[in-house]
């Protein structure tokens, strides 16, 4: 959520120094933030296997596998974002 900025303060820049630990686990906390914000709308197999880091004959061996959560719209694959993080939290 963005902060009402009072017209009348003026806000001088700072550095802040982290360790690469700390660092790290600031950056993975952003990237949860944005990806809870997000649209979590279906993706489609070629978008669905860069999210998870998969090359698409990987993600089509695992659907034909039946080892990944998915829907058939017609011919095409769907994957839902939500359903593929819980997924891969799941450790499956």
């Known amino acids: ?38 649209d979590d709308g ?3 197999a070629t978008d669905a296997a860069d999210f998870l880091g998969l090359t698409p004959s990987a993600l089509y061996a695992r659907v034909g596998r039946e080892q990944i959560p998915y829907r058939r719209v017609g011919k095409r694959l769907l994957f839902d974002r939500r359903e593929l993080r819980a997924w891969v939290e799941g450790g499956d």
Do not use: H, K, W
């Open 1 to 38: 959520m963005a902060r009402n900025q009072d017209p009348g303060v003026t806000r001088e820049p700072f550095t802040l120094t982290l360790t690469p630990e700390q660092e790290e686990a600031l950056v993975g906390r952003i990237v949860e933030r944005l990806q809870e914000s997000r």
């Open 42 to 44: 279906y993706l489609n």
